[in-house]
């Protein structure tokens, strides 16, 4: 009799065992869809990663840059969340989108493609260039010529530019490029902004895909709506020249640029 008590209670521990693999299993499952979900809802609500691939918003941003961008200055629309579902209209909470705030922004015909650009027309406003010059709504756009800088480009020519601080009518100021006197949009139109929408121009403004071009004629921009607006470009967290490599770990170090780091977004 004892050998047989004896075995049966050998067996119930084995017995159990499945169940308790069942139940870690379930765990470690409800652990990542917790995180998931945490960072779903950080993504949609609180900031979103972005990096710079093109040379538009130079010199302030950079191929290699890594920024966040934040959600709550302006709250909510469908392309804060992704795949840009059409569960309402227009924003939901968040505060007032500002002339010369940097920001990125879903495409208004192409509208998975994000670009990052500087608002610098309002709804309601007029806006032109002549001359290289910003003019809004009659207004001159105040500008102060800088020292021309020496400078690489995407095709690896080194080139002069010549650069300008502007400021605002609301007292912001940043630096922007222009490398030719009479570039293709240094002569525009006047384009009167709709209601709801936005203006949008990048810092190196010979080379930038912005307002100042149709979207569909000139394969430009245009007017970008209200609900397109992702968030607002606040730090570059860090950034990397074109030599790194995923797979020369060695490059993430040798090739950070270590004076970006934490760079706030002017």
Do not use: C
């Given at each position: 009799?004892?050998?047989?008590?004896?075995?049966?209670k050998?067996?119930?521990?084995?017995?159990?065992?499945?169940?308790?693999?069942?139940?870690?299993?379930?765990?470690?499952?409800?652990?990542?869809l917790?995180?998931?979900?945490?960072?779903?809802?950080?993504?949609?609500?609180?900031?979103?990663?972005?990096?710079i691939?093109?040379?538009?918003?130079?010199?302030?941003?950079?191929?290699?840059?890594?920024?966040?961008?934040?959600?709550?200055?302006?709250?909510?629309?469908?392309?804060?969340?992704?795949?840009?579902?059409?569960?309402?209209?227009?924003?939901?909470?968040?505060?007032?989108?500002?002339?010369?705030?940097?920001?990125?922004?879903?495409?208004?015909?192409?509208?998975?493609?994000?670009?990052?650009?500087?608002?610098?027309?309002?709804?309601?406003?007029?806006?032109?260039?002549v001359?290289?010059?910003?003019?809004?709504?009659?207004?001159?756009?105040e500008?102060?010529?800088?020292?021309?800088?020496?400078?690489?480009?995407?095709?690896?020519?080194?080139?002069?530019?010549?650069?300008?601080?502007?400021?605002?009518?609301?007292?912001?100021?940043?630096?922007?490029?222009?490398?030719?006197?009479?570039g293709?949009?240094d002569?525009?139109?006047?384009?009167?902004?709709?209601?709801?929408?936005?203006?949008?121009?990048?810092?190196?403004?010979?080379?930038?895909?912005?307002?100042?071009?149709?979207?569909?004629?000139?394969?430009?921009?245009?007017y970008?709506?209200?609900?397109n607006?992702?968030?607002?470009?606040?730090?570059?967290?860090?950034?990397?020249?074109?030599?790194?490599?995923?797979i020369?770990?060695?490059?993430?170090?040798?090739?950070?640029?270590?004076?970006r780091?934490?760079?706030?977004?002017n």
């Amino acid at each position: 009799m004892s050998d047989t008590v004896s075995d049966n209670k050998e067996a119930k521990p084995d017995s159990s065992k499945p169940v308790k693999e069942q139940e870690s299993f379930g765990e470690i499952v409800k652990t990542l869809l917790f995180a998931l979900l945490i960072a779903l809802a950080l993504r949609i609500f609180i900031f979103q990663p972005f990096n710079i691939p093109s040379e538009s918003m130079r010199p302030g941003l950079i191929v290699g840059d890594y920024l966040f961008v934040s959600k709550w200055d302006y709250g909510i629309s469908k392309a804060s969340i992704p795949f840009e579902p059409e569960l309402f209209k227009g924003r939901i909470g968040g505060g007032k989108i500002h002339r010369g705030d940097v920001v990125v922004f879903k495409h208004p015909v192409h509208e998975h493609v994000d670009y990052i650009k500087r608002v610098i027309g309002l709804p309601g406003d007029r806006i032109q260039v002549v001359g290289g010059q910003v003019i809004i709504n009659g207004t001159p756009v105040e500008r102060k010529p800088l020292a021309p800088e020496m400078i690489t480009d995407s095709n690896n020519d080194y080139k002069s530019t010549n650069r300008w601080e502007e400021t605002l009518p609301e007292g912001k100021k940043y630096t922007v490029y222009d490398f030719y006197e009479a570039g293709p949009f240094d002569n525009t139109k006047i384009f009167e902004v709709p209601a709801g929408h936005y203006f949008m121009m990048g810092d190196n403004r010979d080379n930038s895909t912005d307002s100042r071009a149709d979207p569909i004629a000139e394969q430009g921009v245009g007017y970008v709506p209200e609900e397109n607006i992702v968030g607002k470009a606040r730090i570059v967290m860090f950034s990397w020249d074109e030599g790194v490599s995923l797979i020369k770990p060695w490059t993430w170090f040798t090739d950070l640029r270590y004076n970006r780091m934490a760079k706030p977004i002017n």
